[in-house]
């Protein structure tokens, strides 16, 4: 068995709760409405959605209603995109990430400096790989007999 690089590990580890934790801050929003979607046995609607933002980043009622304008034109948009047959799976993809990068832009629009420090569900994206880091597939090699 290969000898086991151990600040290879300790990196691994590292890297790996530093996207747990922003991963935890991308869903917190979604979880705090689990409990009432769970109650109805459906998922979120937009007013759920506009609820749990509203509560999370104190929107005032101005903010709440260009908050569900934006979600449901992105609800509309995302029909779109899911019923053209034009368009590739690669393609439709770009698109679905694009729609929610202006989505997300739009939002931040409407938020005060201290809602917008609260509101980054993009976060996750933007952690990059450190140049010399190993992916699953060279631990799997290390790792394995």
């Not at 690089?5 to 747990?20: G, P």
């Not at 109650?39 to 104190?58: C, E, F, K, N, Y």
């Not at 569900?68 to 029909?79: A, D, M, Y």
């Not at 400096?113 to 952690?127: F, H, N, S, T």
């Amino acid at each position: 068995m290969p000898s086991y690089n151990k600040t290879f590990a300790a990196k691994l580890r590292s890297r790996s709760l530093r996207a747990l934790l922003c991963l935890a801050q991308v869903f917190q929003v979604l979880l705090a409405s689990a409990p009432a979607v769970a109650q109805r046995g459906h998922r979120p609607t937009i007013d759920d959605r506009v609820r749990v933002l509203a509560r999370s980043l104190d929107l005032n009622e101005a903010q709440q209603a260009a908050v569900k304008k934006i979600l449901e034109q992105r609800q509309q948009e995302t029909l779109r995109i899911r019923q053209d047959p034009s368009i590739s799976g690669g393609a439709r993809i770009e698109r679905f990430r694009a729609l929610q990068d202006n989505t997300v832009e739009r939002i931040r629009a409407v938020l005060n400096e201290e809602q917008k420090k609260k509101y980054d569900p993009l976060a996750v994206r933007r952690i990059q790989p450190a140049p010399q880091q190993r992916s699953v597939e060279d631990w799997l090699k290390v790792t394995t007999p």
